[in-house]
């Protein structure tokens, strides 16, 4: 099994709709947990960390549930310019060692 | 905005050939990662540093790869002899300690194709 597994891409979304992403990891001793948003041929850039309790930002909010070893993410009102490759990133904080998903392509239509 | 400084961000080559990286993490971030990232995948660790010490290097391809941190700043991963498989986007990011919680910042990248 691999330590970070995401769904298999690309989703290919209409302007407006809400559009749901889940991560699995392997490791129970994981303690970190981060959505990336990847643009092509660019870098990885932070999106949003993850916290026990869930958190929004914006029409982004992310969820974690610790017992099944769960992420997700929920873009509501999904944009144009939300079309990207989204990274979950799960790290061991006892060994700051930080594994990426191979990423999930969203595309928005218009 | 702080950025992490990454040179060259392109990188043609012939196999066989040697190529290097250089990185340059956020002022006083301790840790450094390389990750290779091949189209299509996610990024995966090449090597982690803490200041000028390897903490993880089990998957960095010894036999042709180097990394270095020799004063715990900058980085320089080295590859000698490039194959053709080594193209793909070589990225660098670092984080403070404690940080986490603000996840790691990404260099924009070396995208290196082997020829």
């Known amino acids: 099994r691999k330590e970070v597994e995401q769904d298999p891409g690309p989703f290919n979304v209409p302007e407006g709709a809400t559009v749901a992403f889940n991560c699995t990891y392997s490791n129970s001793a994981s303690q970190s947990f981060f959505w990336y948003r990847q643009d092509c041929r660019k870098e990885p850039k932070l999106l949003m960390s993850v916290y026990s309790s869930g958190n929004e930002d914006g029409r982004f909010t992310a969820q974690l549930n610790r017992a099944s070893q769960y992420i997700s993410l929920l873009i509501r009102d999904s944009k144009l310019s939300d079309s990207a490759t989204y990274l979950c990133?799960?790290?061991?904080?006892?060994?700051?060692?930080?594994?990426f998903g191979k990423g999930t392509r969203l595309h928005i239509l218009p | 905005e702080a950025e992490v400084a990454q040179s060259p961000r392109y990188k043609i080559t012939e196999k066989s050939q040697a190529v290097a990286f250089w990185c340059d993490p956020i002022?006083?971030?301790?840790?450094l990662y390389w990750y290779r990232q091949i189209l299509g995948q996610g990024p995966e660790l090449l090597v982690q540093f803490q200041d000028e010490s390897v903490v993880d290097d089990s998957q960095l391809p010894k036999d042709r790869f180097s990394a270095e941190r020799l004063k715990g700043v900058d980085s320089t991963l080295k590859i000698q002899p490039a194959e053709l498989g080594d193209s793909a986007m070589y990225l660098c990011a670092s984080s403070s300690i404690p940080g986490r919680r603000d996840g790691y910042t990404f260099g924009s990248g070396t995208r290196l194709t082997v020829v």
């Open positions: 002022s006083g971030h301790a840790t």
């Open positions: 990133v799960v790290n061991n904080d006892r060994d700051d060692k930080i594994i």
